[in-house]
């Protein structure tokens, strides 16, 4: 029998629908269509700590130049000390406009136009973007999917080490919402310490993982960069705030430098005030959020496995990308999602953009309201059911 999910008694607001149009939302504005299940931001309310900061910061008339005060620097110490027991000094920080941002600034400090630098697909698409916008290229070390499971080609990853200056980690991993296992990430590590590789690691999805499970921290080593941001976790990405943290005090001056001359490390001045609000003062607004996004990731599971069991979810304890594989479908995943655009209104990410062996793949973005979250599955089920009549009709 069907189990109905009713949404737990949460103190905050996660269930109205709120009408994003017209304030020049990237998900909301950009296209036409109706339900957009894209771009990775969420549809929630943010947390009324930080809605209340960045009033009262707005009440000031005065928006000037602004500094990154230790305050930000401490709330990014205290929740990944408190959090994930990982200890970060303010001398191994630096202030950064976003994580992509400071990636492409790392991309040009550390490596040689025409290197190759390596990734693991499928992965966030904007790695290729970044990597092949400041000529350099991409080397894959493709994820193997077997068993509806991913895992790391460590004999391919320790060849392809060999080959390049600069890895860039996702983890937990965009689109597949993996969290690497720290014997994996230990592995990682060994390798590039064998091939002398410069290792980033995107953590930007890392506190978005289902509840009573935690994320592994890559390793605080002279060879690793840590990017961090609260802008996934807090749906704060148009304030665009980062950081990055190295314990190698000689990269991290390369990488200010660079930085600096990218003008990637200057601040807005509503960014730290809503920084500080989130990591500071909103913690149970956060782990409401958690609940929330677990209970979604059921519904759609639980719809997929009743309604549309030709769609199948990747498990997955990371993030509010699920990664939907629809080999069984037999469409490429670009024509795919523009079916689902042009017949229900429905965008969802196809899976090629984050990499050739996602053509299989569509990612969905579940971090809304129930309501929106039931009606892009409805249309997701309507969309299959007029795709296999059209096929059929061929
Ligand atoms: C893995 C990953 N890194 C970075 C970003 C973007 O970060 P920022 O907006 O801080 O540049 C995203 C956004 O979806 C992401 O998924």
Not at 31 to 37: A, E, K
Not at 127 to 153: A, H, S, T
Not at 182 to 193: P, T
């Amino acid at each position: 029998m069907r189990k109905e999910y009713t949404m737990k008694n949460t103190k905050y607001d996660f269930e109205t629908v709120i009408d994003r149009h017209g304030t020049n939302s990237v998900k909301w504005d950009y296209f036409d269509d109706d339900i957009p299940m894209w771009v990775a931001d969420m549809d929630f309310m943010v947390a009324p700590a930080i809605q209340e900061a960045i009033l009262k910061r707005a009440n000031h008339p005065v928006y000037g130049y602004t500094i990154v005060p230790d305050e930000l620097f401490d709330a990014y110490i205290n929740w990944w000390d408190r959090r994930y027991d990982l200890k970060m000094s303010r001398q191994d920080m630096a202030y950064s406009m976003g994580v992509m941002p400071s990636i492409s600034s790392m991309i040009r400090c550390l490596t040689d136009v025409g290197d190759e630098i390596l990734i693991q697909s499928p992965v966030y698409h904007v790695f290729y973007y970044y990597v092949e916008d400041n000529n350099r290229k991409v080397l894959e070390n493709e994820l193997i999917y077997e068993n509806g499971e991913y895992k790391i080609d460590f004999d391919d990853l320790d060849e392809k080490m060999s080959k390049v200056d600069l890895m860039i980690l996702c983890n937990p991993q965009n689109p597949i919402g993996k969290i690497w296992s720290r014997e994996d990430l230990d592995k990682i590590h060994e390798l590039s310490v064998k091939h002398d590789v410069i290792v980033i690691s995107d953590e930007i999805h890392c506190d978005l993982t289902d509840p009573g499970i935690k994320y592994n921290p890559f390793k605080s080593a002279d060879n690793v960069i840590r990017c961090l941001s609260p802008s996934k976790s807090f749906n704060i990405a148009g304030f665009q705030s980062s950081i990055v943290h190295t314990t190698n005090s000689e990269l991290l001056d390369k990488i200010k430098t660079q930085m600096h001359i990218d003008n990637s490390d200057s601040c807005n001045v509503f960014a730290t005030t809503a920084v500080i609000a989130a990591y500071d003062e909103s913690e149970d607004w956060f782990e409401e959020l958690k609940e929330v996004l677990y209970e979604n990731k059921q519904i759609v599971k639980q719809y997929l496995a009743e309604e549309l069991p030709v769609v199948k979810l990747v498990d997955c304890d990371a993030t509010y990308l699920l990664w939907l594989d629809c080999s069984a479908l037999n469409v490429p995943s670009e024509v795919l999602s523009g079916f689902l655009r042009e017949n229900q209104g429905l965008f969802l990410s196809a899976g090629i953009d984050f990499g050739k062996c996602g053509d299989n793949f569509l990612r969905m973005n579940i971090a809304c309201p129930q309501k929106l979250l039931k009606e892009g599955l409805a249309r997701l089920k309507a969309g299959v059911i007029a795709l296999n009549i059209i096929k059929r009709g061929m």
